[in-house]
C-alpha cells in the first residue's frame, strides 16, 4: 500500500464511519479489551462536522507531503494506528476519544523519521518538521487536562493524543527503518 493510498483509505473510513453511531466506535479505555474493534475505530470516528473536515484536510496534506517527499514508510504509519490508541491507557482520564488527529500526527512522525534517515535537503525538510511538530506538541501541553477547549473549535481536544501518535509514529518508523536495515545487510551477505 502507498503513502497516498492510505491517506485516501483514512479518510474514505472516516467518511463512512461518520453515518455509524459514535458509541459503537469511539474509543473508551474501559471498553477496549471487550471491543478491540475500538483501537482501530476510535480514529474513524468524528464529534463534529468541522472536526471531521479538519482531519479530512489533515489526509490530504500527509498524502502531498508523501508524494513530495517520496514516502515508502507505510508500514510503519499503518502499525502506529493501533499504538496511538493503546497509548491513550497512559491518559485515564481521557473516557473517550475519536478522530484522526492522532494518527495524523503519527503520520507527521513517520514522515520525519524517514526524511531524517536521508542525506541533504530530505533530511533538512525532515527536521524543520519535526521542529514545528515538537513545537506544537508543547504549546498543547499534552501532559495537561485531559481535554482542552479551543477558541474556533466546536469540540474539545485531547491534547494526549496528540502526543501519543506522535510517539507510536516515531517507534514504528524506527522499528521499520531498523527491519529495512537489517534485510538489506542480509540479503548483502547472501550475495
Known amino acids: 500500500m502507498s503513502w497516498a493510498a492510505l491517506s485516501a483509505g483514512l479518510a474514505t473510513l472516516a467518511g463512512l464511519a461518520w453515518w455509524l453511531p459514535r ?3 469511539d474509543w473508551q479505555p474501559a ?9 482501530l475505530s476510535a480514529a474513524l470516528v468524528h464529534w463534529s462536522a468541522q472536526h471531521l473536515l479538519a482531519n479530512l484536510a489533515g489526509c490530504a496534506v500527509l498524502a502531498l507531503l508523501g508524494r513530495a517527499g517520496r514516502l515508502r514508510a507505510t508500514p510503519a504509519w499503518l502499525a502506529a494506528w493501533p499504538l496511538t490508541q493503546l497509548g491513550l491507557l497512559l491518559q485515564p482520564a481521557l473516557l473517550h476519544y475519536g478522530g484522526l488527529s492522532g494518527l495524523l500526527h503519527a503520520g507527521v512522525a513517520v514522515a520525519v523519521v524517514e526524511l531524517l534517515a536521508r542525506r541533504g535537503r530530505d533530511r533538512l525538510v525532515g527536521a524543520a518538521i519535526a521542529a514545528g511538530l515538537l513545537v506544537k ?3 498543547e501541553q499534552p501532559l495537561g487536562p485531559a481535554l482542552r477547549t479551543l477558541p474556533g473549535w466546536d ?37
Open 137 to 139: 506538541l508543547w504549546l
Open 155 to 191: 469540540i474539545a481536544i485531547a491534547p494526549f493524543a496528540h502526543l501519543s501518535g506522535t510517539l507510536a509514529g516515531a517507534l514504528s518508523a524506527l522499528a521499520w527503518l531498523a527491519w529495512r536495515r537489517l534485510r538489506a545487510s542480509s540479503r548483502h551477505a547472501e550475495v
Open 23 to 25: 458509541a459503537w466506535l
Open 31 to 39: 471498553l477496549w479489551a471487550q471491543e478491540p474493534w475500538r483501537v
